[in-house]
């Protein structure tokens, strides 16, 4: 299984509102990422996780909380978005020793 | 901070017409990659260099990682409709102590058949 995948696949919420994207891969990976792109964009490194627990917050506002519950999972806990948080999120995993990463088809996320 | 920058920004080809594209940065990296990104998907990844000077193909594809660790470039040959996409590069550097990615600004290709 060389999947990432990714729930829910599109998102809307109010900047009021409390949601959660979900990770999960089954692919013995011990390192995943949180990503976020915006349209015509590369993508920007938000979080990343070594062996579930959190090693790199590039500076990230806390309405964005991340979690790994387990070695297979990866949340993203999202409240009082603001309008500019809309974008596509992708979640990645790896191996912790490499450089290839897996990415997920992403949550397109839009804050109204 | 670092960048890196591709070109060309975005092509238009014919079918089966080979395609070059660059990424090329002011700092050094250990490490290149090369992704693809269809629309509404996440980015595929399609080559990893490892050495300076490295040369790597995988089927149409061939890539190079530049001598002097600043660039690296991306061909295609016989490009086929399915090539549409956009094209990351993405490269490695050492960073406090965790290597630190940084993807380039993308070159969009379109084919025409």
């Known amino acids: 299984d060389t999947e990432v995948t990714q729930t829910p696949k599109h998102l809307v919420m109010g900047m009021t509102n409390k949601k959660s994207l979900k990770c999960e891969q089954h692919?013995?990976?011990?390192?995943m990422y949180w990503y976020k792109q915006k349209a015509k964009k590369p993508p920007e490194l938000m979080f990343v996780?070594?062996?579930?627990?959190?090693?790199i917050n590039e500076s990230v506002p806390s309405r964005f909380s991340p979690e790994c519950p387990n070695s297979s999972l990866l949340n993203l806990h999202l409240h009082a978005l603001q309008p500019e948080d809309s974008a596509l999120y992708l979640c990645?995993?790896?191996?912790?020793?490499?450089?290839?990463?897996?990415f997920g088809p992403g949550t397109r996320l839009t804050v109204t | 901070g670092q960048q890196l920058n591709q070109s060309p920004q975005s092509m238009f080809i014919q079918e089966g017409e080979d395609v070059s594209m660059n990424c090329t940065s002011s700092?050094?990296?250990?490490?290149w990659l090369w992704y693809k990104q269809d629309p509404g998907e996440g980015p595929v990844l399609l080559i990893a260099?490892?050495?300076?000077?490295e040369l790597t193909s995988n089927g149409r594809l061939t890539a190079q990682f530049g001598i002097t660790r600043k660039d690296s470039f991306l061909n295609i040959s016989a490009s086929i409709p399915s090539d549409v996409g956009i094209y990351f590069c993405?490269?490695?550097?050492?960073?406090?102590?965790?290597?630190?990615?940084?993807f380039g600004t993308g070159t969009k290709l379109q084919v025409i058949p």
């Open positions: 260099l490892y050495k300076a000077g």
């Open positions: 990645a995993s790896s191996q912790v020793t490499s450089y290839e990463q897996y």
């Open positions: 692919m013995g990976h011990r390192a």
């Open positions: 993405a490269g490695y550097s050492s960073s406090g102590g965790y290597q630190k990615v940084t």
């Open positions: 996780y070594s062996y579930e627990k959190l090693s």
């Open positions: 700092s050094i990296f250990n490490t």
